[in-house]
């Protein structure tokens, strides 16, 4: 049986509206991970992983989310002609169907990678990478309708200036769309306020504590979150383990949520999962407390798993752990207690989706992912068949 997609904008859509929900543009990576590491191999030493998964990263972390929680994403990329860019491509068109019409694959062009060991719930990493042959505004040209486009902030490429890289961005922003920002680390440590200017043409903003508090000049999150609420309608911080603050002055709305507590495994992409949750809440209208608290539940199912980008939810997973958590409130205390009033919300969300809704991907370039146990299926098969052999990956059911 193949995987069911869930709608949740399906009263929303008109033969008139955006082709899209979501348009993205930025650079894919293969991400090879290895989890289950002792330590960090010192030098001239050779280690081994417990596991390992492949799959795409960068850009595709976004992409892949917020196809995963039913939104209609189109993403527009640089992917080499080698293998590893064949691979990226077929997981993002074939199984996670994001619409690829606007991103080309380029001759001789060595597919971005990156390398990410996993050790003590931190991680390393390692990248290898070549400028994209065209810049993101040759490459889009001009952007297709969408409700939302989810951007980065840049020095390099300002959103608001006429012209410039970005200038497709600010473009969508024109015809409708709803722009969420985010904002990368400052290796410099200068963290120039300037940035923020290009908030001007943005609907939302969504840092972790540690960049807002860096970009303000704040001395803490909640201080760091009315400076942005000066700039944007919709201020976001997110703040790890001790959960998310919001502000919406289109409805009047502020809001802070806890995260629920689970055991984080791999933080890659964790931000990504966040971010397309309030996305998506932010379309649907929800009232931000309940935005805050499923973009928070989606981070804290992906932190739980191996795997990068195919580690993000999906409508199943999700359906999953609401029924789980709502079976065991009656007796699990005051925090279980807490858990289901504050995800209630769910009731009415969750009767709509399919059995056979989408799951979380096997996060592997091989047949078998390394970070949990065989199916039994796979278990009975010939013992000399290569388990490492090349295969498309597999969408859980």
Known sequence: M???????????????????????????????????LPAMPAAGTE??????????????????????????????????????????WRTLEEQEAVD??????????????????????DRSMVTHGHRPPLA????????????????TLSPDEPLDTPGSPSGWAERAHRDGAL????????????????????????H?????????????????????????????????????????????????????????RVTALDPTGAGDVFGAG??????????????????GVCAALAVQQFGGSLAAPGWGDIADWWHEVRESARHSGAYGNSLARRYAFLDRLVPAVPVGAVRRAAATIARY????????AARSEPEDEDPDTPRAPVQKE
């Open 2 to 36: 193949s995987a069911q997609a869930y709608d949740p904008l399906a009263g929303e859509r008109t033969p008139q509206g955006p082709q899209f929900d979501v348009f993205l543009a930025g650079t894919v990576f293969l991400d090879i991970i290895f989890t289950g």
């Open 47 to 88: 280690i081994w992983a417990e596991g390992m998964g492949s799959c795409p990263g960068g850009i595709a972390n976004l992409a892949i989310a917020t196809s995963r929680l039913g939104l209609r994403t189109s993403l527009a990329a640089a992917f080499g002609d080698d293998d590893y860019g064949d691979f990226c």
């Open 100 to 121: 690829l019409s606007r991103s080309r694959r380029f001759e001789h062009w060595h597919s971005p990678v990156t390398v990410s060991m996993a050790v003590d719930r």
């Open 136 to 151: 993101a505004s040759e490459l889009i040209g001009c952007p297709p309708r969408s409700r939302a486009v989810i951007v």
């Open 179 to 202: 722009l969420f920002a985010d904002v990368g680390w400052d290796p410099s440590g200068g963290w120039p306020r300037s940035l923020l200017d290009q908030l001007s043409v943005c």
């Open 204 to 260: 939302a903003f969504m840092p972790n504590a540690t960049e807002a508090m860096a970009y303000t000049r704040t001395d803490t999150p909640r201080d760091a979150l009315y400076a942005i609420a000066d700039r944007v309608p919709l201020a976001v911080v997110t703040d790890g383990a001790n959960g998310a603050m919001a502000i919406d002055s289109t409805t009047g709305e502020e809001a802070f949520v806890p995260a629920p």
């Open 278 to 295: 309030i996305v998506l809440g932010t379309l649907c209208r929800w009232p931000l407390a309940d935005r805050l608290a499923f973009a």
């Open 369 to 376: 992912a390394d970070v949990g146990p065989r199916p039994a």
